[in-house]
Nanobody, 126 residues
Framework: QVQLVESGGDLVQPGGSLRLSCAASGFRLDYYDIYWFRQAPGKEREGLSCISSSGGNTYYVDIVKGRFTISRDNAKSTVYLQMNSLTPEDTAVYYC???????????????????RGQGTQVTVSS
């Protein structure tokens, strides 16, 4: 059974950092690109970043570029999202999702066909 479990969300002050984890089980993680997206209350889902199945390519949307870093450890079946310089606008539920890899490039395009986790809450507030 394909399962993704996010963790690491927390309450953090503006300017702070968090590292989210996405633990995968039930499938070969190295066959999939992984992306992170978020959803804040009353807002649309927002794709943030992705990492190719090999880890050789990453992509970031402009609003997180330079602040967030995605990485993966296929041996541990885990993907990470390091988030720095957090602002209140980053407050949301963060999700990871897996999409089959085609080639070695990726985009954080959200699809309801992709397996995803239950999300982890990130709150940025003083």
């Amino acid at each position: 059974q394909v399962q993704l479990v996010e963790s690491g969300g927390d309450l953090v002050q503006p300017g702070g950092s968090l590292r989210l984890s996405c633990a995968a089980s039930g499938f070969r993680l190295d066959y999939y690109d992984i992306y992170w997206f978020r959803q804040a209350p009353g807002k649309e889902r927002e794709g943030l970043s992705c990492i190719s199945s090999s880890g050789g390519n990453t992509y970031y949307v402009d609003i997180v570029k330079g602040r967030f870093t995605i990485s993966r450890d296929n041996a541990k079946s885990t993907v990470y999202l390091q988030m720095n310089s957090l602002t209140p606008e980053d407050t949301a539920v963060y999700y990871c999702a897996a999409t089959p890899a085609y080639g070695d490039a990726c985009l954080p395009l959200i699809s309801d066909d992709d397996s995803r986790g239950q999300g982890t809450q990130v709150t940025v507030s003083s």
